[in-house]
């Protein structure tokens, strides 16, 4: 009598796709280590949830990796954009790192999965010899969008700088809500009513200028409307935009 096929765990399906997947998996793994027994479980379902894109991800075709990556990313951009992040970041492909570059300039979440790889770097004096191929894809990542979010700082049908205005709208990284401005994350383009008086700056803080606070330009009061011209985030979270006043 033959012995009855056992249906396949999610472990199972992970082990049988190790030798293809070995980077993403990576990720994944790290991703696991750092959360508790209980958390694991109760995420080990999105590994099954996930595989189809995790192969597609390693696949050889461009395009094919590609669809995988942003189908990964629309999978867990809401609760848990972190795993999103270093599975498309994991594999070091470059066609991955633009679509992070893409992701990132769009979803300030995910930039700021990216920036957390650079934690506890001291990057001012532009040496990259000693950082890891992990690290010195986010560095690039961060560079590019960073030069694209300067390159927007003109408007194209205009060609007349954009709002002057900054403001720092806060820390929207989990617990860390105590210096917020507004209510959600914010997004480029949106309008947000300011929940407290915010001090309106000249600029956000700059490599070049040592990260030093920008010079305060006057005190924009709690119910002004804001809107969102440019946005970044750095590697702790902090949200810096450049916006203008809708009302005062």
């Known amino acids: 009598m033959s012995e009855q096929k056992k249906s396949k765990t999610p472990w199972d399906i992970i082990q049988s796709s190790i030798l293809l997947l070995t980077p993403v998996l990576v990720a994944v793994m790290g991703y696991f280590f750092n959360k508790s027994l209980t958390e694991i479980e109760s995420q080990i ?3 099954t949830a996930m595989k189809p894109f995790m192969e597609m991800i390693a696949d050889p075709d461009i395009t094919t990796s590609k669809m995988g990556a942003y189908a990964i990313y629309m999978l867990k951009k809401d609760d848990d954009p972190q ?56 560095l690039s ?6 030069k694209q979010t300067a390159s927007e700082l003109i408007d194209p049908g205009e060609g007349e700088p954009l709002a002057k205005d900054w403001l ?20 480029i383009g949106q309008e947000y009513n ?5 001090n309106v700056r000249a600029d956000k803080p700059r490599k070049e200028n040592g990260y030093k606070l920008p010079s305060f330009v006057r ?30």
């Open 45 to 47: 379902a999105n590994v």
């Open 83 to 138: 795993i999103a992040a270093q599975m498309i970041l994991a594999p070091g492909k470059q066609h991955l790192l633009d679509v992070l570059v893409d992701i990132g300039n769009r979803d300030t979440a995910i930039k700021s999965v990216v920036n957390h790889v650079l934690d506890n770097l001291d990057l001012s004096s532009g040496d990259t010899s000693q950082l890891s191929d992990i690290q010195k894809n986010a």
């Open 194 to 198: 300011l929940i407290k008086d915010a």
């Open 168 to 187: 720092y709208l806060g820390n929207f990284s989990p617990g860390q809500n105590s210096d917020r401005i507004i209510s959600e994350r914010p997004q």
């Open 219 to 248: 005190v924009a009061k709690k119910g002004s409307t804001i809107k969102i011209d440019t946005l970044t985030v750095d590697k702790k979270g902090h949200n810096w935009a450049r916006i203008r006043f809708v009302n005062e």
């Open 141 to 146: 990542i961060i560079d590019k969008i960073d």
